[in-house]
Each structure stands twice: as C-alpha cells, then as structure tokens.
C-alpha cells in the first residue's frame, strides 16, 4: 500500500489518460512518415498471418514493394533493437509482403466520384501518393509526368539492381488502375502551362522533384568526362549506359553517389573511388548499400575534399586534400575544413560529382512575386502545403530540397488531404499523417531480453553481378528468414502495470494493454459494475513500475469512496471487515496503558492487528525487549483504520485514526513504534502529529535480543509487504536483522519498491478470492527459498499457499521456529481470542 491522502486532491482518471505513455506510438512507428503500423505488421508476421500483416502495412504504404528496396529506413534507425545488437529488417519483410502477393495492392477502389477535378504535375514519390489519396476520396485525376514513363527519380536515378523495373512498373500502375488520367510526355513550362492547369483544374498540386544536379564549382569540371551523377544514373538506367574509364572517381557521400559507384563498376570500371569530406558515420547513404559498395570493391576516401580536376581534353586525375570536422553548422552538421598542406593526386579516368541537387524552376512564368533564378525550393504552408499561388500545392523534393522517397509520399498524402479540405472549404482534420519522423514518449524496457542476430538478407554471388548488371542484388528473405527475423521484434509497449497486475491482466483486454483502458472501463462500469474497483489490490505496484508514477489503485480507491457515498458500497462480502474493524477498536480488544513498571510513555509499542492474532508470544517478547532497551515504553493495542480506507469509508476510518491520535496523546508519548508497515503509512497520513518508527528499525538500532535462537546459517528470500514499498529504511532493517541472526539472503527478482502483493491487499479475498490466488502465485512464482516476512497476514497467505513462511520475529524470539515455518495459521476465531487474552495479559503487568 502506498501513501494515501486524506482527501482526494487528485483526479487520477485524468491524470492517468494524460499522462501514461502506453499509447505512445512505438519507435519504428513514430519515426515513419508514412505512420505504417510496423509494431502490429510484426506481431501478425510473427503469427504467420500473412495476408492480415499486408493489409495493414497497405492501409498506409500503397507501394510497398518499392519502399521494401529504397526507403531510407527511418524505423530502422528508431528500432529499440538496435540498441541492442542490430534493428529488425523492417524494409526487408516489407518488401517480403509484397513479394508474397504482388497483386493485392492493385485491388484498391476510388472512393466515391466528386465534381472537382485535380492536376498533380510530376510521377514520382510525392505525385504518385497524392494521385493515389485523390483518388481515393474520388476526385478525377490528372497526372502529368514530363518522362516516358511514371516513377519520377525511382525509375530515372535509382538502378535496376536495386529496384527491379518490373517491380516499379507493376506498382505505379496502380494509379492507372484506380482511374488515373496519365499523361506522360508533358513538362510543365514547355508542354503545359501552370496558367492553364488553374483555369482547367480546381486544384493543382505540384510534385516535380529535384532534378537539378549541383555543380563542383573547381577547376577542370567542364572536361567531357566529367558526369553529373544524375545525368550518368540516368544513362545506366537507360538502353545506352555511358562509358567509363578504367578508373573512376564518384565525389559525394549520398545514395545517389553509391549508386553511381556501384553502377560504374559493373560498367567495367576497374578502380571506383569515393571521396567524401566528412567521416563514415556522418555520410548520408544508406549503410547497407555502403556495405554492398564495399564488398564489390568501391574504395572509400573520408575526410576527402577535391580541389581541381586535373587533365589536358580530358580527365587525368584529381588534386585533393584532406580535411577535418569544424564546428557544426545550424543543421548540426559538422563543418569541413581543409587541412594545410595535405594535397595529393588520384589518378583517374572519370570524374562523377554527386554532391546533391536542386529544383529547376523554369516551368514558372513571369509575373511572380518572387525571383525564381534566385530559389532553391518552392515557398509552401508547412501544414497546408498551400504555396503563394491560389488553389496551387505542392510537395517533396520541390518543397523540402532532396530527402527521401518515403518523405516525399508523406507529402504527397498531406498534399491530397489538404486539397480536399481546400475544396470542402473545411478545416484541416487535427489528426493530419506526418511529414517526416517523429519523437515517441514511449519508453521500453529491455532489461532482461535476449539477444538475437539479425537474419542476413540472401543477395547474388559477387561473382554474377558484373556479368548482371541490372540484376536485383538483394533475394528478399526466405518464409523461414522472414519469420525468424519478425521473432526478433520486442513488440515495442510500456505495460508494466499490466505485466506486473493480476487485476489489470483481468480487465485489460486490448493491446497495447495500459492503464488507460482501466480508466475507461471504470468511467463507464465503475459505478454500475461496483465489484470492478474492489478487485484492485491497492499495493503500488503499478506506480512502482510505472515511469510515469502513476497509480491505478487511487483511481479504484475513487470509486470506492463514490461508492460508498451513493451508498452502493462497501459490497455485502464486505461485511466481516467491517466487522473486524468495528470489534478492532471496540473496549474489548483495545488497551492503552504506560510502561507498567515506571508509569511513564515516553513512547508506545503498536502491534497493530494481525501480528496480535496469528503471533500474540511474538508481540509479547518484542514489547519485553523494548522495556528492557526503552524504558518508559507504553503499550497501544488498537486498529489504524487501514481496513476501512480500503473500503472507501473514509469517514470511519478518520474517526478511527483520531482515536488511537486521542490515546496517543493521552498517554503523552513523544513516539510510536509500529510493528505494522501499514500502520506505519495510514497513521504517518492521517495522523502527522504522531512521530512514528518501525519496530525493526528501533531493533536495528539497539541490536539482537539477548537470547536470539542459535540456529544460524539458513538461507531466506525476503518478501516485502506493500506497506512498505516505499520506506527503504524498514526493508534495509529487516535485511541486516536476519543477516545480524547469521543467515543468508536472496533477493526475488521483484524485491523491495517492486515487491508483489501478497494476494490480502485491497481486501480482495472478501470479494473475489480466485483473483487474491492468482496473485499470491504470482508471487509466490519468484521464491526458490523459504521466505521471510514482516507482516503476519503475508505469511499466513504464503503458507496456506503451501509455502514456508516465518514472521521475522520468530527467529528472535521463537527457538522453534524452524518446526514452526509450515505451521498453518490460527483461524478468525482463535485470532480473536488471542487479541482478548494479549489485553488481558498486558493489563496484568
């Protein structure tokens, strides 16, 4: 039991669905722009449910076996397992989805037709999604593509050898399929006009990518073999590829500049080189295809910078220099400066800058407002996606500047909604999909989880690829690898509440399995449903595991209290509890009195409850032990009040507590020492003005009764009860107590702050014992040893269990014990006549 308040000051319902991070969107998730649902993807792969796990990677990503091969793997980079060893292959069991079935995604229909009709200007990433989401909420459109063919950069830039045209051609036809109008060979600012497209369209999107190589801007750029990467891309992806010398040099460090290293070596260079300015981990390409450049014998230059193509009608080397990182600049990339007096020669043939590209704007007219030779990208509303221009939008590598193909879809998908709401003349929807990655409050725990390697992805023997030279490199896993690779997902959720909750386990039902759905079905059930907030243990151990330290037990403990102001609560197998308390604070079984030997309290001994029922010898020595090491100690036999704030009667239980403060104070004792850990808590709440200690701490402090049992050398587990989950100085206590007696301790895994309940807290057997059961298994799951407890009705569940159990104070005071650790417990009536005649004994003194 954690620390109660007096009144409810908090609105735990709200602050749980505000503040618990179990619906946080995993990191594979949150870090994909196109917000595909990898987590649930994984977990139905992991089933073997294949054609469910393509249905929802197709809710988001019409082009997956596209995005199987190119994407940038943002997931990948977000994926919790690469903390761990390596991330899971989300873009390679993308890509073995679609392979499964190919044609499932051609099967989509467009929505319902509507009057507007929409241009998108541009075929590739970003025109197609936006074609696909129009049509989808049945806008007629027009796609205008200045190529022969749809695909914009995926078909002109990326080679074969990563995406097979057959793969490219079978997707992007989709478009087609889903009632596209397709024109191809029509290039904005040549064959039509952005005027006409807003006179003939209601709205016009724009996608028309980066096409526009930079230059080196260094000496000797202008001789013939020097080649723009995009311009030599697009030869090798063509029917003509380019000549290339015999050496080769690809400045850059992006995928394009792999891209064009790779090509070149299997257009029959013999030495590729890549020079790039700034480290390994700074470059922006792709690491799997950096390692595939490597293993076909591209060698990498880093902190390489070019200074002059050398050559006389032709290329003949390159002057270079080596750099170093310089502070970084408002990108948080890291400068590169030229080291003095660190130039050098590479001999080479060919010369291919890859140094990134840029929009050609050439398509606009004039009269605008602002200088299109001067821009580098096009203006756009970062939400809306609304440029200058009225009824004109626009996305991708336009907007952005080069990024990458699954940034570009995100915008094609924002580009789509936001001209649908533009035509609605509504707002935006709140809930818009991404732009890019993300941030995720979500936090996994991995402690404790096996590693696993990664599958490693069959591709070609490197002796095939030359003779091969638009061939696929990469197979696609096997069902076998695909499976085994799935089996590597952590299913990324932060439920440690539920995990650790036999209660929660009951009535959570739906993944992701968080607090938040008990809050839900309490608003809804609580109140007619009463049994639902008396199945909770109240023990704090959703709070303990929580790192958000939220607490679902307050919020049950509300609804008891709501309860019971209807009057609908406590429940009728309620009734001997309160029965218990009712004749727990009665005259009969109640005593306050001084020390009998001074007449004086400076301090009192509270046992509490159940410790005189099940253990009135033990309360008898430890009260004789600290007369002997406290004089002036009184005795207090009376109940906290705890029973009736577990049932929601704060009304009793404050009149309880005021009484035993009354006593206390009548007494004029300065402190109370409780055996009780949850007397400890309830009176430390209720009733501040009392200075409290536990008994263990004031036997810490003064040391082991004289006559401690010599039977030492045993080995224990310590259970800790709720009550004191969060006083640390009780745990220690009780730990150098048994370890001061001469025996040995294992801690069970859940221990201390993290202790599991006994299976008595909430006063959950009174209602629904099979549930108490459940989680006094659960606890007892962890004990390989016999265990040591400080609360009397821990051990008896323990050893109705059929556990062996010992209160603590039997190896102090009882020399039996080791006869006594499976002795069951005295029942409800001989407890009460132990309490009777505990009074009467201590009334004798």
């Known amino acids: 039991m954690s620390d109660v308040k007096p009144a409810t000051t908090i609105n735990w319902a709200e602050r749980i669905l505000s503040q618990c991070i179990g619906e946080e969107l995993p990191p594979c998730q949150a870090a994909c722009p196109l917000d595909i649902r990898v987590r649930e993807k994984l977990r139905l792969l992991q089933a073997g449910k294949m054609a469910e796990a393509l249905e929802v990677l197709l809710e988001?990503?019409?082009?997956?076996?596209i995005l199987g091969r190119i994407c940038s793997r943002p997931c990948e980079s977000a994926c919790t397992r690469g903390q761990m060893e390596a991330p899971i292959a989300i873009a390679g069991l993308k890509r073995y989805l679609a392979d499964?079935?190919?044609?499932?995604?051609?099967?989509?229909?467009p929505g319902p037709d509507r009057p507007e009709q929409v241009a998108v200007v541009g075929g590739g990433p970003a025109g197609l999604m936006a074609a696909y989401e129009l049509r989808k909420l049945g806008y007629p459109v027009t796609l205008f593509e200045a190529a022969d063919a749809l695909g914009g950069a995926l078909r002109l830039y990326l080679p074969a050898f990563r995406l097979p045209r057959e793969v490219l051609d079978r997707e992007v036809g989709l478009i087609a399929k889903m009632g596209t109008e397709v024109r191809l060979r029509s290039r904005l600012g040549r064959d039509i006009h952005l005027e006409d497209l807003r006179r003939d369209f209601a709205a016009v999107f724009l996608a028309l990518g980066a096409h526009k190589a930079l230059s080196l801007q260094i000496p000797g750029e202008d001789l013939p073999q020097v080649l723009p990467v995009l311009d030599f891309l697009r030869s090798a992806n063509g029917d003509r590829p380019p000549a290339v010398g015999p050496r080769v040099a690809v400045i850059g460090g992006g995928n394009a500049a792999v891209d064009a290293a790779r090509a070149a070596w299997r257009r029959g260079a013999k030495e590729v080189h890549l020079l790039y300015r700034r480290t390994p981990e700074l470059m922006p390409a792709l690491p799997g295809e950096v390692a595939e450049a490597q293993v076909e014998g591209v060698r990498f230059h880093f902190l390489t910078m070019p200074v002059r193509i050398l050559g006389e009608g032709r290329v003949q080397g390159l002057l270079l220099q080596k750099t170093t990182l310089g502070e970084p600049d408002a990108h948080g990339r890291h400068c590169p400066l030229p080291v003095p007096e660190s130039q050098f020669t590479l001999e080479v043939d060919t010369v291919i800058p890859a140094l990134g590209q840029t929009a050609d704007f050439g398509f606009f007219g004039p009269g605008l407002a602002f200088d299109t030779a001067t821009i580098h990208r096009l203006e756009a509303d970062p939400v809306t996606l609304h440029t200058q221009i009225p009824g004109v939008f626009a996305g991708g590598d336009l907007v952005t500047g080069p990024r990458t193909a699954v940034e570009a879809m995100a915008a094609g998908r924002r580009g789509a909604l936001a001209i649908h709401s533009f035509l609605e003349k509504e707002p935006l929807p709140a809930d818009l999909p991404p732009l890019t990655s993300r941030s995720t409050g979500l936090i996994v725990d991995t402690t404790g989880v096996?590693?696993?390697?990664?599958?490693?992805?069959?591709?070609?023997?490197?002796?095939?690829?030359?003779?091969?030279?638009?061939?696929?490199?990469?197979?696609?896993f096997s069902p076998d690898g695909a499976r085994a690779e799935a089996a590597r997902c952590l299913t990324c959720v932060c439920s440690r509440c539920v995990q650790n909750c036999t209660f929660l386990q009951r009535y959570v039902r739906h993944f992701p399995y968080t607090e938040k759905e008990i809050v839900r079905l309490l608003k809804s059930q609580g109140e007619k449903e009463p049994l639902l907030p008396y199945s909770c243990h109240y023990c704090g151990l959703c709070q303990a595991v929580c790192p958000r330290d939220l607490h679902a037990g307050h919020l049950?403990?509300?609804?008891?209290?709501?309860?019971?102001?209807?009057?609908?609560?406590?429940?009728?197998?309620?009734?001997?509890?309160?029965?218990?308390?009712?004749?727990?604070t009665h005259p009969v079984f109640t005593l306050s009195r001084p020390d009998p030997a001074t007449g004086k309290a400076q301090r009192v001994f509270s046992p509490g409850c159940s410790l005189p029922g099940y253990f009135p010898r033990l309360v008898r020595d430890a009260y004789q032990y600290l007369?002997?090491?406290?004089?002036?100690?009184?005795?207090?036999?009376?109940?906290?009040g705890a029973p009736s704030l577990m049932l929601g009667e704060e009304e009793v239980q404050e009149r309880v507590a005021a009484r035993v403060a009354a006593e206390y104070q009548k007494l004029g004792a300065q402190e109370l020492i409780a055996a009780c850990t949850h007397c400890l808590n309830t009176l430390n709440t209720y009733c501040p003005e009392i200075k409290t200690r536990s008994l263990y701490e004031v036997m810490q402090e003064h040391g082991l009764p004289a006559a401690v049992p010599q039977k030492a050398g045993s080995v224990f587990q310590v259970h800790d009860p709720c009550g004191a989950r969060q006083t640390p100085v009780v745990q220690d206590a009780v730990r150098s107590l048994v370890t001061a007696a001469g025996h040995r301790l294992e801690e069970m895994p859940h221990n201390r702050e993290t202790t599991i309940c006994c299976g008595a807290g909430g006063l959950v057997p009174a209602v629904d014992n099979p549930l108490a059961k459940k989680m006094t298994a659960f606890r007892l799951s962890e004990a390989t040893q016999d265990l040591i407890v400080y609360c009397a009705t821990c051990r008896a569940k323990f050893v109705n269990a059929g556990h062996h159990s010992l209160h603590v104070l039997e190896l102090f005071f009882n020399p039996r014990w080791p006869q006594t650790k499976a002795a069951p417990p005295a029942s409800p009536s001989k407890r009460w006549w132990s309490r009777w005649r505990l009074k009467r004994y201590f009334q004798s003194l």
């Open 60 to 65: 988001r990503c019409p082009f997956p076996g």
């Open 100 to 109: 499964l079935d190919p044609a499932a995604m051609l099967g989509v229909a």
């Open 556 to 584: 049950c403990l509300d609804y008891r209290r709501r309860l019971v102001a209807r009057g609908k609560g406590p429940l009728p197998p309620h009734k001997g509890v309160q029965d218990y308390v009712k004749w727990g």
């Open 450 to 476: 096996p590693t696993a390697a990664r599958q490693a992805m069959p591709d070609m023997p490197l002796s095939q690829r030359a003779a091969n030279p638009l061939a696929e490199v990469e197979l696609g």
């Open 627 to 640: 007369r002997e090491r406290l004089p002036h100690t009184g005795i207090m036999l009376n109940c906290c």
